[in-house]
C-alpha cells in the first residue's frame, strides 16, 4: 500500500498490468479506397474499429476449449452464450462468467491465466494512472 492507501499499479517486482476493454461496435468498411478514407477521417479512433467478423470462429473455439474440461449446468450454460455470440463484443461480456466457473471449479489463478490468454482477442490498454482529477 501507498501512504494515500492505494496499491501501486506495478505488481510485486513485474512490468505493469495490461488491461483490456471491449473492441468497437464500428467495422471497417471493405468497399472503395473513398469509404476507407471516409470511415479514417471520421471515426472517433479507427484504429479501435471491430476486428473483422471472420475471426470469430477462432475466437470462439479458444472460449470453448477454456471450459472444456468442466462438465456441470453453469458450464453448459457458458457453451451455448458462447455459440450463441455473435461478437467479439457479446464474447467480451462472457469473461467474467468464463472467471467464476473457471475458478470455482479449479482456482483463482487458473482462472486468471485462462483468461489472460483470451484476452489477446481484445484492445489492450495500459492501466489507469491513480493521478487523475482529484
Request: charged fraction near 25%; glycine fraction near 6%.
Amino acid at each position: 500500500m501507498t501512504r494515500w492507501g492505494r496499491r501501486s499499479t506495478l505488481l510485486a517486482g513485474s512490468s505493469l498490468r495490461m488491461e483490456c476493454g471491449p473492441p468497437s461496435l464500428r467495422h471497417a468498411p471493405d468497399g472503395s479506397a473513398w469509404q476507407r478514407l471516409m470511415f479514417w477521417l471520421m471515426a472517433p479512433a479507427p484504429q479501435d474499429a471491430a476486428p473483422p467478423l471472420n475471426r470469430l470462429p477462432g475466437v470462439r473455439k479458444e472460449f470453448l476449449a477454456t471450459v472444456a474440461d468442466i462438465s456441470n449446468e453453469e458450464a453448459d450454460r457458458l457453451r451455448w452464450r458462447v455459440g450463441e455470440a455473435r461478437s467479439l463484443r457479446e464474447l467480451w461480456h462472457v469473461r467474467a462468467d468464463l472467471y467464476r466457473v473457471v475458478s470455482l471449479s479449479h482456482s483463482q489463478t487458473e482462472a486468471e491465466q485462462r483468461l489472460a490468454l483470451l484476452s489477446r482477442h481484445f484492445p489492450a490498454r495500459a492501466p489507469r494512472s491513480q493521478f487523475g482529477a482529484l
